[in-house]
């Protein structure tokens, strides 16, 4: 405890631990719609499509800013969303096929791209290899400030389009029939996820981004059957994962923060698991004992053994 409470007055980890609180934060609630139209690999597909980004802006500018690197991956990851939109729209390829074959041709890219910086002579500067796993530690106060900026941002939009979010996120037929513009919704929706998977590549890597975007969703639907207590609690537990992940890689010794993270959202992904209220196995295991017990006390009016012994008669 006292050494997190020494940990925690560095400005450095309260940087740290601001942003990826926030990370967290919109990530989880997004992840809600994802998780729920089904969209679950979609984080996964972006994050991925996004390093070839990265590496194209550092092969143009030369330098390692920040706001190059997220530009080019916001690009790049716009580039995936309209490919995965073109194949599943003019084409028989379903969406799960078109998220692996983007994922696979844009990280394949992306690795080409980064192995000839890394042969360059400036690839030992360049530090592109951090954007897989993600270096949180190198987060400073105006990074923070953009992923505050950007959570707002995603928070504020989710809550000005939330009826639409939700009836498309559970009846796209009715929504296209009283008049939404359902494929529109459908772009919206990769575009928020874009922003989120592009704001937390630092912190978090494009490998892991997908986790900690699905992770908090899948653990809150365990507790609810109710769509905005879902996005409370998705939002919830992704902010706790990313402030756990940052404490416990504060104490340890080169830890890093992102993997810390998605452990982080695992755990509470395992308790729900277990303990959730709706759909955890201990509560139905619970239950299906209660109603055993409840059978085996009943007696039941067909004249068995169990009847004759208590004296019972249904003649007349």
Not at 238 to 249: E, K, N, R
């Amino acid at each position: 405890m006292l050494n997190w409470l020494e940990a925690l007055k560095d400005p450095n980890t309260q940087w740290i631990l601001y942003g990826s609180s926030l990370l967290g934060l919109s990530g989880g609630v997004l992840g809600s719609f994802a998780y729920l139209r089904k969209q679950s690999l979609m984080g996964d597909a972006l994050s991925h499509a996004a390093l070839p980004g990265v590496c194209a802006a550092f092969m143009v500018t030369g330098s390692k800013s920040i706001l190059g690197f997220l530009a080019g991956a916001a690009i790049s990851g716009l580039l995936a969303t309209l490919s995965i939109g073109w194949m599943t729209r003019h084409s028989k390829i379903k969406q799960d096929t078109a998220l692996g074959i983007v994922l696979s041709v844009f990280f394949g890219f992306g690795i080409v791209l980064l192995t000839q910086i890394q042969h360059s002579p400036s690839g030992n500067q360049s530090g592109l290899d951090k954007f897989l796993f993600g270096q949180a530690a190198s987060m400073v106060m105006k990074d923070v400030y953009t992923m505050a900026g950007v959570s707002v941002l995603l928070l504020l939009v989710c809550s000005l389009f939330y009826k639409e979010l939700k009836l498309t996120s559970f009846d796209t037929g009715f929504a296209k029939g009283i008049g939404y513009p359902t494929a529109l919704l459908d772009q919206f929706v990769l575009l928020l996820i874009l922003v989120a998977v592009v704001t937390g590549i630092q912190a978090v890597g494009v490998v892991l981004m997908a986790a900690l975007l699905i992770t908090p969703a899948v653990a809150a639907r365990y507790w609810t059957e109710k769509l905005g207590t879902m996005v409370v609690l998705s939002g919830l537990f992704g902010a706790i994962s990313g402030a756990l992940g940052t404490l416990l890689s504060t104490i340890g010794s080169n830890m890093p923060t992102g993997p810390l993270s998605v452990l982080a959202a695992t755990a509470w992904f395992l308790v729900s698991l277990v303990f959730g209220t709706r759909k955890g196995l201990m509560p139905k295991l619970l239950l299906k004992w209660s109603v055993y017990r409840s059978v085996q006390k009943a007696k039941l009016p067909y004249g068995g053994k169990g009847a004759q012994r208590e004296g019972v008669s249904f003649g007349d």
